[in-house]
């Protein structure tokens, strides 16, 4: 069906398609298929159709839900070999790929025609266009450009039952029929298979410029996030660390980060060159009168694109802390992220955690990070009281759970909190119409 | 119970970020999570965690898949020290042996083939005065004496041991760890000073085990210690234009010892650099692996045809013997070769003319 050399099922070849990159989920695949095509996406969905076996689609692994982990075993489907970019096309301003092409290879795809892919995952050069697709994904650009959503034109998609469908097109108007592909994009895999995707692209912007200010704490620097916003520009990113973050990407990246300082936010602009320095200069000026300890301002792209890249490490940097890092990814409205990063601190604070926080702040998204020792039982049971403690102030926030990783099997006990009963119900109908079997992605989304 | 093969410690600093993926050369190639350096880990840990046995056929094809390049250990934001798992792996579970790599560590025992292939033109002297101490490689005094001549006709106030035996790592990256070390020591005690060398595999190897500041790579010590000035260097050319010179990094000098500008900073003075997209991913040779496993050498080395058709350099400068062997065989089935020839080369090259 796909070929023998792409079937594994000797158990030592299925251990790494039992987890992603979330800590302490593991299940067990039964076996693993790599399709190199649609037509091979299909038979092997298939054959799990009539034999009601769970199939559970998977990109890079790079997500931090739980989402691809095959807790009721089944068959994982791994999309990476399905890597090619079918069309970039400039006058239409789109690109045609295979769900396994990286974000970072969209990019560089782009970038060769002069256009642009604007959403940027810190896990970029790894994460797959399916993945992002399927969890929605946002990056270090949500604020001036959205997330995957946004660029999302039209889909194939291989549905449950084995069919092939395309949804949305390479229009830029089409009111025919729901929108799937909006209800494709985030469904976790739960819905449906996606085999291609049509994405939108913009022109590439002529110059970027990026700027740090330090301040004494994080919540000063939410703070001056929230004064940029309400000033009245729209800046492309908009990024804050706290001390233990600057640390650990110190360590790695050694840009000569200030150590001393209590927090750091990364602010930038693309566009023309006057625009995007005009706009850095107003944020600095803002952080300024915000109280920052320190500016600077990085005029070169080759260092503003350090300091983006020592910004998308910070998660794996934090590895140098703690073995577990349990990070979390709450959103509020942006007027009330002072507020979240308070509570974030006097929640891990009381129940003894140490803890690495930093995010999206221009998006109001917080990623705070439990850092764990192996063996330490009473931390694990804490870490467990402050994940829920703070879902619960996103809430009360007026917020979200997720604000970009999505569900999995991580945040699945938590979203009738977030939902209520009756969406959720809907939910699960939606899910039962896609895949009355429940084969696709089970015990996740819509279950 | 035995205690667990791994270091906990070196197992628990992933945390199965995925971030490495992506550098991988046997990933690019298959695509399969299994072959990344994240699986191969994921493997070790089931190994510590006694889920499967230390020679469990799947993980065995894995060590041996694995190219030891290292690109896996820079792009770890987290520092997991990729290189040592590997060799403790290897030491207990697979060892890459047969007949051509016996040949080759038992080979260079013998000083009499230096003199023999020519490698020494003068008799080889040993002036225990001299503070810098000349490593000759072992592909090196094999198959590229030519090379050693041109290191000497740079550096005549080098010192050259001619029975300075072999620094023992590809002993070390083929399963023989301690052997690795061993050789190593008596190696450094044999070369007393700061050791040269023009091979980036051996540099990375006795860097480890004797420390940094006992070896100097070629193009670090002209660069960083000024052991030559670049302006004693005439431009190379061809048919009255600057030569264009591609690199290919060697994967231990560049991922295990940082030292990559320094290449590219003499190449700008020999010529016009022409960057291969691929010239720091590993070209297929990884100490033995290019003779155990020639498929995938092949398929690893594949990316840079293309490149090379395209960009045409004149030359590809290699900077250790291993690479130079595998970057001339690939290119000798291709049709537009450059001459593939080892950076110090170059060098003699531009000093005389
Ligand atoms: C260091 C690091 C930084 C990160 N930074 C960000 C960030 O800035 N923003 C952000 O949003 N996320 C971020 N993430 C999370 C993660 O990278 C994203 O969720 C990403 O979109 C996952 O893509 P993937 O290819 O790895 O998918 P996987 O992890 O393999 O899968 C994710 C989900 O998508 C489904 N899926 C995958 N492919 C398909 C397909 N073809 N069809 C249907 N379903 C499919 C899976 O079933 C699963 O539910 C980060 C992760 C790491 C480790
Ligand atoms: S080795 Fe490093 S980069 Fe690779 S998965 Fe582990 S922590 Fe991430
Ligand atoms: S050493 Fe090279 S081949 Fe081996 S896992 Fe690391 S990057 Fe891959």
Excluded at chain 2, 325 to 337: E, M, N, Y
Aim: glycine share 10%; charged share 20%; hydrophobic share 40%.
């Amino acid at each position: 069906m796909v070929g023998e050399g792409n079937v594994r099922s000797h158990p030592a070849e299925l251990i790494s398609f039992g987890r992603d990159a979330t800590p302490l989920h593991e299940g067990s695949a039964d076996v693993v298929a790599l399709p190199g095509s649609t037509a091979e996406v299909a038979a092997v969905v298939q054959v799990a159709n009539r034999r009601g076996l769970a199939l559970i689609p998977r990109g890079a692994g790079t997500n931090l839900a739980a989402a691809t982990v095959p807790i009721g075993g089944g068959i994982v489907m791994s999309l990476t070999r399905m890597d090619q970019v079918l069309e970039v096309n400039r006058g239409e301003m789109l690109a045609v790929v295979q769900p396994g092409v990286t974000t970072a290879e969209l990019g560089r795809a782009a970038d060769r025609v002069g256009l642009f892919y604007p959403p940027d995952p810190g896990s970029r050069e790894t994460c797959t266009i399916g993945g992002n697709i399927a969890t929605n994904a946002g990056g270090l650009r949500g604020l001036k450009y959205g997330v995957t959503r946004d660029y999302v034109l039209g889909l194939e998609l291989v549905l449950a039952s084995g069919e092939t469908i395309r949804t949305g097109g390479r229009l830029i108007k089409d009111v025919a029929g729901y929108d799937l592909t909006r209800l494709i994009v985030g469904s976790e895999g739960t819905l449906g298979v996606v085999t291609e995707a049509t994405l939108a692209l913009r022109p590439r912007p002529e110059a970027s410029t990026t700027g740090v200010a330090y301040f004494a704490e994080l919540a000063h620097a939410a703070a001056a996030v929230d004064a940029i916003l309400a000033f009245g520009v729209l800046p492309a990113t908009l990024e804050f660390l706290d001390d233990v973050c600057i640390g650990v990407v110190e360590d790695y990246a050694g840009l000569g980060l200030r150590r001393d300082a209590g927090a750091l936010l990364l602010f930038g602009d693309d566009g023309t060159e006057a625009s995007a320095r005009l706009c850095v200069e107003q944020m600095a000026e803002i952080c300024r009168a915000g109280g920052a300890l320190e500016i600077t301002t990085a005029s070169q792209i080759a260092e503003a694109e350090d300091l983006l890249a020592a910004r998308r490490c910070t998660l794996p940097a934090l590895a140098r802390v703690a073995p577990i890092t349990i990070l979390e990814d709450v959103a509020v409205p942006r007027p009330r992220l002072v507020e979240m990063v308070e509570a974030v601190a006097e929640i891990t604070e009381k129940l003894g955690l140490a803890c690495g926080t930093f995010g999206h702040a221009g998006d109001g998204n917080l990623h705070p990070t439990l850092l764990l020792e192996r063996d330490d039982k009473r931390a694990r049971q804490a870490a467990e009281q402050a994940v829920a403690r703070i879902f619960a102030k996103a809430i009360e926030l007026g917020g979200t759970i997720s604000g970009e990783h999505g569900i999995g099997l991580t945040k699945k006990p938590y979203l009738v909190d977030q939902l209520g009963a009756d969406h959720l119900a809907l939910l699960q109908r939606v899910k039962t119409a896609f895949d009355p079997a429940g084969i696709l992605n089970p015990a996740k989304l819509g279950s | 119970m035995t205690t667990p093969p791994f270091p906990a410690e070196l197992l628990d600093a992933c945390i199965s970020c995925g971030y490495c993926l992506p550098a991988c050369p046997t990933y690019q190639l298959t695509k399969d999570e299994a072959s990344s350096p994240r699986g191969r880990i994921n493997l070790m840990k089931a190994i510590n965690l006694r889920r499967i046995e230390i020679d469990n056929p799947v993980a065995k094809e894995q060590a041996s898949f694995c190219l030891g390049c290292r690109a896996c250990e820079p792009v770890c934001p987290a520092g997991v020290q990729y290189g040592s798992l590997l060799e403790q792996w290897r030491s207990h579970a697979w060892q890459g042996g047969g007949p051509t790599v016996f040949a080759l560590t038992t080979a260079v025992r013998w000083p009499v083939l230096l003199r023999t292939a020519g490698a020494i033109t003068r008799p080889a002297k040993h002036r225990a005065e001299s503070e810098y101490q000349y490593l000759l490689g072992c592909f090196e005094r094999l198959l590229y004496a030519k090379l050693s001549k041109a290191m000497t006709d740079v550096f005549p106030q080098l010192d050259i041991n001619p029975n300075q035996g072999c620094c023992g790592a590809l002993h070390a990256h083929n399963g023989h760890p301690e052997t690795g070390a061993r050789l190593a020591h008596e190696l450094g005690d044999r070369l007393d000073g700061t050791i040269v060398t023009t091979a980036g595999g051996c540099a990375a190897h006795l860097a480890e085990i004797l420390g940094r500041d006992r070896v100097r790579e070629l193009s670090e010590w002209i660069i960083d210690d000024g052991a030559l000035g670049l302006d004693t260097l005439r431009p190379i050319e061809i048919d009255g234009r600057p030569a264009r010179i591609s690199i290919q990094d060697s994967c231990h000098l560049r991922n295990g010892l940082g030292v990559s500008a320094q290449i590219r900073t003499i190449v700008q003075r020999l010529g016009d650099l022409v960057e291969l997209p691929s010239a720091g991913v590993c070209c297929g040779a990884a100490g033995t692996y290019s003779i155990l496993r020639k498929q995938d050498a092949n398929a690893v080395f594949r990316s840079r045809l293309d490149e090379i058709a395209q960009l045409q350099p004149d030359y590809v400068a290699v900077v250790n013997p291993g690479c130079y062997r595998q970057v001339a065989t690939q290119l000798r089935r291709s049709r537009h070769a450059p001459r593939v020839v080892h950076l110090v080369e170059l060098i003699a090259a531009a000093l005389h003319t």
